[in-house]
């Protein structure tokens, strides 16, 4: 289900992943780039973050599934100078951050322009947590923030706003799960990594809020809905009408 991409400055393809396997831009799985720690029913299994100030080091942090067996959020190194220039995971590889994680991870820039924020939210809680990714790593202490409903490991998207100034989860739930569908939106401080000011929507009956989208002024989000016996739906909401 999840799955992640990243292109150069000229947008040709460098590497790509499933959040369980690496390909090089030859779509050939790269010599250290197997064993992920990702799921193949995870909503979000892989996502890619380039360090900042570097030209060759990336991280992809990957997400269990609630059916998977590895639990939790991992990070890996990657350095595009290995392998003959066509990438490889370094020895820095499935390092774990959270050991029973959502199926939801995102990312946005610092509020200084640079550094990166990754949040992603503990299993059975309301507890979400941020690290910051800077030139010099992964901050290994997060930010924590305990905020709205309740939640075990609902599948669903996390996704920050183009600006960085809203998170945005969804929350699909079977029938046994803890706490409910919804649509969880949050303001988020990009200096501090803190959530704020949470916003829910429950959805009509049967209705299981999964991919979420914001538009390009950050105003509009979209939500896409799976629907018991019948075809998706897609809702559209207007962020600034109160």
Request: hydrophobic share 35%.
């Amino acid at each position: 289900e999840g799955c992640a991409s990243i292109a150069d400055q000229n947008g040709d393809i460098l590497f790509y992943t499933d959040g369980m396997l690496v390909y090089n831009k030859n779509h050939t799985v790269m010599p250290n780039g197997s064993g992920m720690l990702g799921s193949s029913s995870s909503s979000q299994s892989g996502i890619i973050i380039k360090q900042p100030g570097s030209t060759n080091i990336y991280y992809i942090f990957s997400v269990d599934g609630v059916s998977g067996n590895n639990g939790g959020l991992h990070y890996s190194e990657l350095n595009m100078t290995l392998d003959g220039g066509l990438g490889d995971l370094t020895i820095n590889k499935n390092i774990n951050l959270i050991p029973n994680t959502c199926e939801k991870i995102t990312a946005c820039q610092h509020q200084n322009g640079y550094d990166y924020w990754i949040i992603s939210r503990v299993e059975n809680s309301n507890t979400y947590h941020a690290y910051l990714l800077t030139s010099s790593g992964i901050n290994l202490t997060p930010v924590v923030t305990n905020i709205g409903p309740l939640h075990d490991n609902t599948w669903g998207y996390l996704k920050a706003s183009p600006n960085g100034n809203r998170l945005v989860a969804a929350n699909s739930c079977s029938a046994s799960c803890l706490g409910a569908n919804s649509i969880d939106i949050f303001d988020f401080d990009k200096n501090s990594g803190l959530l704020s000011n949470v916003r829910v929507i429950y959805p009509t009956a049967n209705r299981r809020p999964y991919g979420v989208e914001f538009s390009q002024n950050n105003n509009l989000l979209y939500i896409s809905f799976s629907v018991q016996s019948s075809p998706a739906d897609i809702f559209q909401y207007d962020l600034i009408a109160g």
